[in-house]
């Protein structure tokens, strides 16, 4: 599966699972508006979920955001609430960062999809091939 998920406007987001965290950068692309930001957020936001949960993503998960003004984050936090409330694994939306990135939290309910897909996968894949044929 391509770390790349485009968004509505040329805009996309590029979701990246390493051990410790997953890492979502969300660009405009070509979209250089004041809105373009906002615009692009919002997509993720309401798109969020639905990629967690196909990729298998859980555990820390931190978000670069397109810049938006500071007044525009209670906005995107309301849309990212509403996108998580009828998500069945448990999430935890901690908040913003210092540094301006947003952080949550996901229960991890199975190994990540890329690793099933042959990618590399810190040992997991070896226990669940030993798991399989004991």
């Known amino acids: 599966m391509s770390t790349r998920v485009d968004l ?6 590029s979701i990246e ?3 410790a965290l997953s890492a979502i ?3 405009t692309g070509s979209d250089t508006s004041p809105a373009a930001g906002l615009k692009a957020n919002i997509a993720l936001a309401r798109d969020l979920p639905r990629q967690l949960r ?13 810049p938006i003004a500071k007044r525009d ?7 990212l609430r ?6 069945t694994a448990e999430t935890v ?5 210092a540094m301006g990135l947003f952080e949550l939290n996901r229960k991890r309910d199975r ?4 690793r099933l897909a042959g990618g590399h996968d810190g040992g997991e894949m070896s226990d669940l091939r030993q798991a399989l044929h004991s």
């Open 8 to 13: 509505d406007g040329g805009a996309w987001a």
């Open 17 to 19: 699972s390493l051990r």
């Open 25 to 27: 950068d969300v660009n």
């Open 54 to 66: 196909l990729r298998g993503i859980g555990g820390q998960i931190v978000i670069d955001f397109a």
């Open 73 to 79: 984050r209670g906005t995107l936090e309301q849309v």
């Open 82 to 87: 509403a996108a998580f409330k009828a998500e």
């Open 93 to 97: 939306l901690i908040g913003w960062t």
């Open 111 to 114: 190994i990540l999809l890329s």
